[in-house]
């Protein structure tokens, strides 16, 4: 009988890779099992067991709360010290950013997904960020993210900002499935650069991102050896031959025909792991050619975009390719003839691509025509009332274009009418008025009617009144709109993009200054109403892949 004997010396010894003062922190608040099925161990103790046994010292959280993820963290800063090398920081779950930062959710979270509760129940990213920065250019966080399927309450996004990410420490991101398949292979690493193997688990790369980065070096140690008889040679190469030829045809019936030929076999626990992987998946083939295009988070935005612009719904555009992306590219394939898979190939991508710039020329041509409409009828009705210079047809005009071309110069005349009634009018009957503007509501308005029926200021009350009740849809969605746009964390660069933008398809956004005043505020809505878009005068998802599609085409 052919078999694999151990030595019963240790005088001969095998070398093999130890991670010598390497933490880890381990924080796995998606998929209990997850760790599990993508490790092949039975037990979570286990999980450290994998990587103690090579000398990192390990601090594991699963399925925890918000305190339970302290405790983690405590635990790991207190095993650091000046002998450690480098520090690797695992976290999956469902991750939420905030203008104040990102958080990875408690496991056990119900509910609406709201702003407080975030923040009073979230664990902080910028505390595993200040414990990796102390290592800089020796520290890997993996973030596995969970899909969120609920509605994000405003103030809240699924994005992780790059630039909250210290100098010198990487990220890898990804779904949780692809974090977990990385984190496999990162306990069986032998040291060594890892950025290659986080971009081919399909991670991507943020933060510090060098040319290299040799992380958990191995150091040699002394393995018993293994013997292998003569007789294990020629099984020893059938198993090898037969597995070459599993992997070669990557289907179901070929790791099925190797387990049962070598249920034992070295190769055994990556047969099975295919096979549980292509049961699970009926579109195995499709994921792995997605998954070979190693497509960067700026490529998947992009095709976010693409489809977003085609009236497709990916539920965000973040780089990340969950549970909405995929229903609109399988939606997508469905009327395209594409075989819905749910899964791109490099052609449908391009094919993608090509209809999205398309319908962007389209959508553009449609909204030269709207805006082009909407200025006959604006100078239309202009030269039928503010054209006449009385205080009636300023009113009137503004009630019916309140960003009209002569918006600005009928407020202007009004604003001096004001400016005049008010040096006239009585000292009471000033400070109420005030009182008014400065409250600037219906509410407001309609009790200095109330209180001065026959003051100076009743027809800009009325007015002002006449305003709040013609534009309250506009009005309601402002809180909401203001709060999305904060959620879309621009930068200086990207608000001058957008006012640049705006003035060269001249709707007069003002100065070109990276400030979102009145002015470019009134330049958004005009945007937004010539293209049909949610006008509030903030910028939302829709208004920015809009506002790109343009610029794309200039």
């Known amino acids: 009988m052919k078999r694999l004997a151990l030595s019963t010396t240790m005088a001969m010894a095998l070398t093999g890779p130890v991670w010598a003062n390497s933490d880890l922190l381990i924080i796995g608040n998606g998929d209990p099992s997850l760790l599990q099925r993508l490790t092949r161990i039975t037990d979570l103790s286990d999980v450290t067991a994998a990587f103690e046994a090579r000398g990192a010292e390990v601090s594991l959280a699963t399925t925890a709360d918000a305190a339970g993820m302290r405790d983690a963290l405590r635990s790991f800063m207190d095993g650091l010290d000046a002998t450690t090398d480098d520090v690797g920081i695992v976290l999956t779950g469902q991750i939420v950013s905030t203008v104040a930062g990102s958080y990875l959710l408690p496991s056990d979270r ?34 596995g993210e969970v899909e969120i399927e609920t509605d994000v309450a405003a103030g809240l996004s699924v994005s992780l900002p790059p630039s909250d990410i210290p100098q010198g420490v990487t990220v890898a991101i990804g779904p949780v499935e692809t974090a977990g398949r990385f984190v496999s292979q990162l306990s069986d690493a032998t040291g060594g650069d890892v950025l290659p193997v986080a971009r081919a688990a399909g991670l991507s790369l943020l933060g510090y991102v060098p040319r290299e980065l040799p992380l958990f070096q191995g150091t040699d140690v002394e393995l018993p050896q293994i013997d292998e008889t003569p007789e294990t040679d020629d099984r020893s190469a059938a198993d090898t031959a037969a597995w070459q030829e599993a992997a070669a045809a990557d289907t179901e019936a070929a790791y099925e025909t190797y387990l049962t030929a070598f249920p034992d076999g070295q190769n055994a626990s990556d047969a099975q792991e295919r096979l549980t992987a292509i049961q699970s998946e009926p579109f195995y083939r499709e994921k792995q050619a997605e998954e070979d295009l190693a497509l960067s988070r700026d490529a998947r935005r992009e095709i976010q975009r693409d489809l977003s612009l085609l009236g497709y719904n990916t539920r965000g555009i973040d780089g990340i390719f969950g549970r909405g992306t995929r229903g609109a590219v399988t939606a997508w394939q469905d009327e395209n003839g594409q075989g819905a898979s749910g899964y791109l190939t490099s052609d449908q991508i391009a094919r993608l691509d090509a209809q999205a710039e398309r319908r962007a020329a389209e959508l553009e041509e449609e909204a030269r025509e709207r805006q082009a409409q909407l200025e006959r009828q604006d100078r ?16 009137a005009y503004l009630n019916r274009f309140p960003d009209g071309i002569y918006a600005e110069e009928a407020q202007g005349q009004l604003d001096a009418i004001e400016e005049q009634r008010r040096a006239q009018a009585e000292g009471e009957d000033r400070r109420r008025w005030q009182e008014a503007r400065d409250t600037d509501t219906e509410a407001g308005y309609r009790a200095y009617l109330a209180e001065r029926p026959n003051g100076a200021f009743v027809e800009e009350a009325r007015a002002r009144i006449e305003y709040f009740n013609n534009n309250s849809e506009q009005i309601a969605v402002q809180p909401q709109a203001q709060a999305e746009e904060a959620a879309l964390g621009l930068n200086e660069a990207a608000r001058r993009l957008t006012e640049t933008r705006l003035d060269e398809l001249g709707l007069k956004p003002g100065a070109v200054d990276g400030t979102f005043d009145e002015e470019t505020r009134r330049a958004i809505r005009r945007y937004q109403d010539a293209r049909k878009l949610r006008v509030s005068g903030y910028l939302d998802q829709a208004t920015v892949v809009r506002l790109m599609a343009d610029a794309i085409l200039r």
């Open 380 to 395: 239309t009705f202009w030269s039928e009332t503010g054209a006449q210079g009385d205080e009636a047809g300023f009113r």
């Open 110 to 143: 119900t509910g609406p997904l709201t702003l407080s509760g975030v923040l009073t129940e979230g664990f902080a990213l910028d505390a595993v960020y200040a414990v990796a920065a102390a290592y800089p250019g020796r520290a890997l966080i993996v973030l």
